[in-house]
């Protein structure tokens, strides 16, 4: 049932509950349920309300309906088994997640990613982080009856999934982050698609820009709606473009820098109010300003050294194969595979561009584990019950910038294979948390833009 | 351990000398260990005092060291440390990490803070015994605890002494168990709840 039709049958039942008595008409509040599923929820979430009349008095927030025991299943399997996990946590901007888990536990082995491989990460978080606002903004605008947004926007997003699905192989399970690296390099003429599908996202901006942004029925829903004091967010713990809405400049990339944040020139949008319309015109220039990152990026990216091996002596996977059969394997140590396009990591050279130099830490390129004996032991030690990525005992909290703020990765480890602990700060938490405070006090139907612009993803809220 | 500088720790040790336990800085997180009974005093001094200025608790979690170092499960046990750092480069530096509390304290609560004005981080841990597993509540200092600590209620059945609505966020209310727990098989199944029809 829409909201609208809940509003009348509200309404109606206030009337019933009228006594008719002459003198003292009694006034009760009513309650509402709005969810658990309900479609204009972005999830499973449930919303309880106390009405009087259509004003808010109060809410309840109920949720953990996708609670699927991430960081329990954490626990149970080795560090590079949780990047799958990470992926369903923000299925919207996947490879934030995947690159927070991997910096997290670099961190605690004292690893860095290569420059190369930062590059690539930045280039990917930045591409997630407008596919998710494109998805936050299409939804939002699309419930208060801008389905032509949405549409735009999604067809948008559409063309950055494949920009996202050339580079990982899946658009949306993209399990691309490894510990010390990521799974595969860039592909080729990848800049220049980049560019070409930036510039086509950039014209939907403008048209989604010219549909919203003067809209009078949406400045109407949106503007002095679903506010909150900047002390208030503060205080419980919001960060992200909901944070920047109230005009606090805080964004984890430029306030302590990972990856290569600290070589780009981008700006940190902050609205004033604090409302939807504040945070929706933040998302908007955020596109903006990840467009201009993703274009330094691919300008600056170093190409790195191709051939690393001393004596540059490279050498088909096949021949080393046949050679491996007849028993002549006294060089391999020395020699390293071509890229074999059937097997994963096909621009096999740049294998070692985009991981770093540790052994212990970085998967083997998969033509090394099936081509030669070093690749195979390399690979057993990682992945073997008993052997894998061993961290010292010791903690760590690395935080990155999420599309919808800060998502913090704080893993402990007790010197084995697996993780100890692993807790994830998703950002969408903490606002949930303030959800009903920003209802408080707006009508009824101001919870549809409002909860909109919390971009609630179920993933990373239950976990 | 006293070799790497511990700005807030030491300007909480010097106030606060019976509350705080011990700190260390490991891999450049500032950790200070707690007394719990300090909690609240150390926290408001966090959060009010201008050289420290935590407008902000970004996480609270909890940490069950039950198994901690024999948690191998299937694996075989390799008793050896880890043997990473002799390979690391650059080579890490003698940082040191320890609990600082023995094994009785099986649980640990571990709050997050981050100061928006001055741009720093601090990790504060508040060990707890099984017996006693209750803190006090911070919901009071910052808002964004009542719902951390309902989740760690939920997860790990750490008391909240003092919060307002104490009860399971993510798990449903008959759930048996706190499910973050190490003794909580993770392959333990319980009966679907939910309304009959």
Redesign the interface.
């Known amino acids: 049932m829409s909201i609208q039709a809940e509003l009348l049958h509200a309404k109606r039942d206030s009337t019933l509950i009228t006594h008719h008595s002459s003198l003292a008409t009694e006034k009760r509040h009513m309650f509402l349920n709005v969810g658990p599923s309900h479609p204009a929820m972005h999830g499973i979430v449930q919303i309880i309300t106390e009405l009087d009349g259509e004003r808010v008095v109060s809410a309840e927030v109920e949720?953990?309906y996708l609670?699927r025991?991430f960081?329990?299943?954490c626990?149970?399997g080795p560090y590079n088994n949780a990047m799958p996990y990470a992926d369903r946590l923000n299925y919207v901007s996947p490879l934030i997640n995947n690159f927070g888990f991997c910096l997290a536990v670099e961190?605690?082995?004292?690893?860095e990613a290569t420059e190369r491989c930062q590059y690539i990460r930045v280039i990917m978080s930045e591409i997630s982080r407008i596919t998710d606002h494109l998805t936050c903004i299409g939804a939002s605008a699309m419930e208060l009856g801008a389905f032509t947004v949405f549409l735009y926007m999604i067809k948008a997003r559409e063309w950055l999934w494949e920009l996202v699905e050339a580079v990982t192989g899946a658009r949306l399970t993209i399990s691309y982050g490894r510990v010390g690296g990521v799974k595969a390099d860039l592909p080729e003429g990848f800049a220049e698609r980049t560019k070409k599908i930036l510039e086509e996202v950039r014209k939907v901006l403008i048209e989604c820009d010219q549909l919203l942004t003067r809209n009078r029925i949406f400045i109407d829903r949106m503007q002095g709606t679903g506010v909150i004091a900047p002390k208030?967010a503060?205080?419980?713990?919001?960060?992200g473009p909901f944070l920047r809405a109230c005009g606090?400049n805080?964004d984890v990339r430029k306030?302590?820098p990972y990856f290569v944040y600290d070589r780009m020139r981008f700006d940190v949008p902050t609205a004033e109010h604090g409302d939807n319309y504040g945070r929706y015109l933040v998302r908007m220039e955020e596109m903006e300003q990840s467009m201009r990152i993703v274009e330094q990026a691919l300008a600056t990216i170093p190409q790195g050294p191709i051939v690393v091996d001393a004596e540059g002596r490279v050498m088909p996977a096949a021949m080393m194969v046949d050679l491996a059969k007849a028993g002549a394997t006294r060089d391999f140590k020395t020699v390293q595979t071509v890229p074999d396009p059937t097997l994963e990591g096909a621009t096999k050279r740049l294998h070692t561009v985009i991981n770093a130099?540790?052994?212990?830490?970085v998967l083997p390129p998969k033509e090394d584990t099936y081509g030669n004996i070093e690749g195979l032991m390399h690979h057993f030690k990682l992945v073997m019950?008993?052997h894998g990525?061993?961290?010292?005992?010791?903690?760590?909290?690395a935080?990155v910038e999420g599309a919808n703020g800060?998502l913090?990765f704080?893993v402990?480890s007790?010197?084995?294979?697996?993780p100890?602990?692993v807790?994830v700060?998703p950002p969408c938490?903490?606002i949930?948390?303030?959800l009903s405070h920003m209802l408080v006090g707006d009508m009824l139907a101001d919870m549809v833009p409002t909860f909109g612009s919390v971009n609630m993803i179920g993933g990373e809220l239950?976990? | 351990m006293a070799t790497e500088p511990l700005p807030f720790a030491e300007t909480v040790r010097d106030r606060f000398p019976q509350w705080v336990i011990g700190a260390h800085c490991y891999r450049g997180d500032e950790t200070m260990i707690l007394k719990r009974e300090g909690l609240l005093e150390v926290c408001r001094f966090l959060r009010d005092d201008p050289g420290m200025a935590f407008e902000c608790l970004m996480d609270l979690t909890c940490v069950d060291y039950l198994h901690f170092g024999s948690s191998l499960g299937s694996a075989p046990l390799m008793k050896t440390p880890s043997p990473l750092p002799y390979f690391m480069r650059p080579k890490p530096t003698t940082e040191t990490w320890g609990r600082m509390v023995g094994e009785d304290h099986r649980f640990e609560v571990v709050y997050h803070f981050y100061s928006l004005s001055r741009n720093h981080r601090l990790r504060l841990k508040v060990p707890l015994t099984e017996a006693e597993a209750t803190v006090d509540s911070v919901t009071g200092l910052w808002q964004s605890a009542n719902w951390f600590e309902r989740e760690v209620w939920d997860m790990f059945g750490i008391r909240f002494r003092g919060h307002p609505n104490l009860k399971r966020i993510l798990m449903y209310e008959p759930f048996d168990g706190y499910p973050l727990r190490k003794d909580y098989p993770v392959n333990r199944r319980q009966p679907l709840v939910g309304p009959v029809n």
Request: charged fraction near 30%; proline fraction near 6%; hydrophobic fraction near 30%.
């Open positions: 949720i953990g609670h025991g960081e329990k299943m626990e149970t961190r605690l082995l004292g690893i208030e503060i205080s419980f713990g919001i960060t606090v805080y306030a302590q130099p540790e052994k212990r830490a019950i008993g990525i061993r961290p010292p005992p010791g903690e760590v909290y935080a800060e913090g704080y402990v007790d010197g084995s294979d697996r100890y602990r807790r700060r938490f903490t949930m948390g303030a239950d976990r």
